[in-house]
């Protein structure tokens, strides 16, 4: 019994370097919009991301927050099930509650082994961390010219890739992402 309790502490120590306890990404909201693009909203574990001139430092960052936007089974015909839906513009308003106090963010495609692409951003959020914050993000169809229109996608589906939507969640406690670390 005492070498089964030995043996257990032992393989528990020998794998925390290895962080499979890791706090896993905080599921903010799902969402679906035409046509038969689903949305996962998360608030991500701050990350080390570049090019560093670019994005925020992991060290002055408090979430690494995400959109997954991928095609589901109601996607139009030739659209892969779970693959990346590209060219969306996706910004995020990020306001604290208690202060009012906020800030405005543009999502860029990023790139990971365990999303693959998404689109994301390190924030500093505008307050303390474990406030309640209310998170708006707004997806929008791809820039015009950015994105051509085939003549059987225009008939078949529309003559807009997407009217994107806005999707709002409120009371989000974004403490035990913003002290958790990757490495």
């Not at 997954?68 to 996607?75: P, Q």
């Not at 051509?148 to 406690?173: I, M, S």
Request: hydrophobic share 40%; charged share 20%.
């Amino acid at each position: 019994m005492k070498s089964n309790i030995l043996n257990a502490i032992l393989f528990v120590t020998w794998l925390a370097p290895f962080k499979l306890f890791a706090l896993p990404e905080m599921i903010i909201g799902e969402a679906s919009i035409n046509p038969g693009i689903h949305l996962t909203f998360e608030g991500g574990i701050k990350d080390d991301v570049a090019p560093f001139d670019v994005f925020l430092d992991e060290n002055e960052t408090d979430v690494h927050i995400e959109m997954l936007a991928h095609w589901s089974e109601d996607a139009p015909k030739g659209s892969i099930p779970g693959g990346y839906v590209a060219y969306l513009q996706v910004a995020v308003l990020v306001k604290n509650e208690s202060t009012d106090t906020s800030i405005a963010v543009q999502l860029a495609p990023h790139v990971n082994l365990s999303d693959n692409l998404h689109y994301a951003q390190n924030i500093k959020l505008p307050g303390k961390i474990d406030d309640k914050y209310t998170v708006k993000f707004i997806v929008e169809p791809p820039m015009n010219g950015s994105l051509g229109l085939h003549y059987d996608w225009r008939e078949q589906v529309g003559e807009a890739f997407t009217p994107g939507g806005n999707f709002t969640f409120e009371g989000l406690d974004f403490s035990k992402i913003a002290k958790a670390t990757r490495r």
